[in-house]
T-cell receptor, first 116, second 116 residues
Framework: GAGVSQSPSNKVTEKGKDVELRCDPI?????LYWYRQRLGQGLEFLIY????????KSGLPSDRFSAERTGESVSTLTIQRTQQEDSAVYLC??????????????FGQGTRLTVV | AQSVAQPEDQVNVAEGNPLTVKCTYS??????LFWYVQYPNRGLQFLLK??????LVKGSYGFEAEFNKSQTSFHLKKPSALVSDSALYFC??????????????FGAGTRLAVHP
């Protein structure tokens, strides 16, 4: 596709349930990021995948959060036992290979998660 | 560790006046600097970037930014603000390639309000 695609665009879930968010990066982009944005707030870094290297998980807020990426394709962000504080927009971004670090990242439209 | 600071939560400007949105950064080595804009209920859009060379970078929608190495700043500017420029603006920094990583870190964002 032409851009970063995220699904679903909106997700309402009950507290305690698990959710899975999906991100399809731009083809050929080796770097993939997940960020969380609470209402009216900034971007909170969650996790960064770079090619086949071990991901940088330093931003994951708790062990309820995990993410996977198969090669240089789709990534899924999983939140287990969701809490109301998890309600936010989850943004995915991808960028070209790290040997071109000056290139910008391209963002998806985000998944708006509401935990009720 | 790399970091970005946007010292102003909100900037208010009258239409037609010049605007400045401030950003300072901290990174080891030469930085790659970016500005993104987020309009209401829309994803993040890339505005401009600094790589090397001219300290004054021109980007989309008439925006420009000035890189100042001694002050570690990358302030966003526009000579004449429009009401349609009202949005949330994010500064981001990416450090040099190191150990396979080149993480993109965002500031907290600055809300720009342009009044008629």
């Amino acid at each position: 596709g032409a851009g970063v695609s995220q699904s679903p665009s909106n997700k309402v879930t009950e507290k305690g349930k698990d959710v899975e968010l999906r991100c399809d990066p731009i083809s050929g982009h080796t770097a993939l990021y997940w960020y969380r944005q609470r209402l009216g707030q900034g971007l909170e870094f969650l996790i960064y995948f770079q090619g086949n290297s071990a991901p940088d998980k330093s931003g994951l807020p708790s062990d309820r959060f995990s993410a996977e990426r198969t090669g240089e394709s789709v990534s899924t962000l999983t939140i287990q036992r969701t809490q109301q504080e998890d309600s936010a927009v989850y943004l995915c971004a991808s960028s070209p290979p790290v040997r071109r670090p000056n290139t910008e990242a391209f963002f998806g439209q985000g998944t708006r998660l509401t935990v009720v | 560790a790399q970091s970005v600071a946007q010292p102003e939560d909100q900037v208010n400007v009258a239409e037609g006046n010049p605007l400045t949105v401030k950003c300072t950064y901290s990174v080891s080595g030469n930085p790659y600097l970016f500005w993104y804009v987020q309009y209401p209920n829309r994803g993040l859009q890339f505005l401009l970037k600094y790589i090397t060379g001219d300290n004054l970078v021109k980007g989309s929608y008439g925006f420009e930014a000035e890189f100042n190495k001694s002050q570690t700043s990358f302030h966003l500017k526009k000579p004449s603000a429009l009401v349609s420029d009202s949005a949330l603006y994010f500064c981001a920094v990416r450090g040099p390639f190191s150990g396979g990583y080149n993480k993109l870190i965002f500031g907290a964002g600055t809300r720009l309000a342009v009044h008629p």
